[in-house]
T-cell receptor, first 109, second 111 residues
């Protein structure tokens, strides 16, 4: 089955720093989503990005489907960016989401 | 437009009891997905319902079951609760194969 690997597993940064999170996937997928899980457990949609580049404020994402990876960029980090960032890809055969293990991001003031 | 809503927010049960968790999808969405997330771990896929039918099931014992109603809302039932069933249960909805949106979750504690 499709494997999804996220890196790094943990990231600790000072407020104001920039970061890049990576998601690699092992096979062709229908689409890819990035989520942020806040400390209360809520999963918040960041990007729905099967290919190309999208930007939303300080966050942007790029998916290169032909090379089977996606990158999430966070600029000028704020403490509210802390949490776990998940990448999930959709398996073409049955539309099921396959999840990475997440990147735990801690932003220190 | 209302998002995905889950109830209850918190649920405390004793070992051996049954728990029922509920999910209302975004209006127009026909697919509902259930996930279990144990403390500090990733999401484990439980069940997927679409148009009232179970489409796929994760690697969980049969005491985890559910259903989807004609209005596309869904129930997750966990029978014979065990301590290790304590977790955050997340529900998501989508229009078949498109972007999935999550509810706030139900935190189940088994004592």
């Amino acid at each position: 089955g499709i494997q999804v690997e996220q890196s790094p597993p943990d990231l600790i940064l000072q407020e104001g720093a920039n970061s890049t999170l990576r998601c690699n996937f092992s096979d062709s997928v229908n689409n890819l989503q990035w989520f942020h899980q806040n400390p209360w457990g809520q999963l918040i949609n960041l990007f729905y990005i099967p290919s190309g580049t999208k930007q939303n404020g300080r966050l942007s994402a790029t998916t290169v489907a032909t090379e089977r990876y996606s990158l999430l960029y966070i600029s000028s980090s704020q403490t509210t960016d802390s949490g776990v960032y998940f990448c999930a890809v959709e398996r073409p055969s049955n539309y099921q989401l396959i999840w990475g293990a997440g990147t735990k991001l801690i932003i220190k003031p | 437009e209302a998002g995905v809503t889950q109830s209850p927010t918190h649920l405390i049960k004793t070992r051996g009891q049954q728990a029922t968790l509920r999910c209302s999808p975004i209006s127009g969405h026909t697919s509902v997905y259930w996930y279990q997330q144990a403390l500090g771990l990733g999401l484990q896929f439980l069940l997927w319902y679409d148009e009232g039918e179970e489409r796929n099931r994760g690697n969980f014992p049969p005491r985890f079951s559910g259903r989807q109603f004609p209005n596309y809302s869904s129930e997750l039932n966990v029978n014979a609760l065990e301590l290790e069933d304590s977790a955050l249960y997340l529900c998501a909805s989508s229009l078949y194969g498109l972007e999935a949106f999550f509810g706030q979750g139900t935190r189940l504690t088994v004592v």
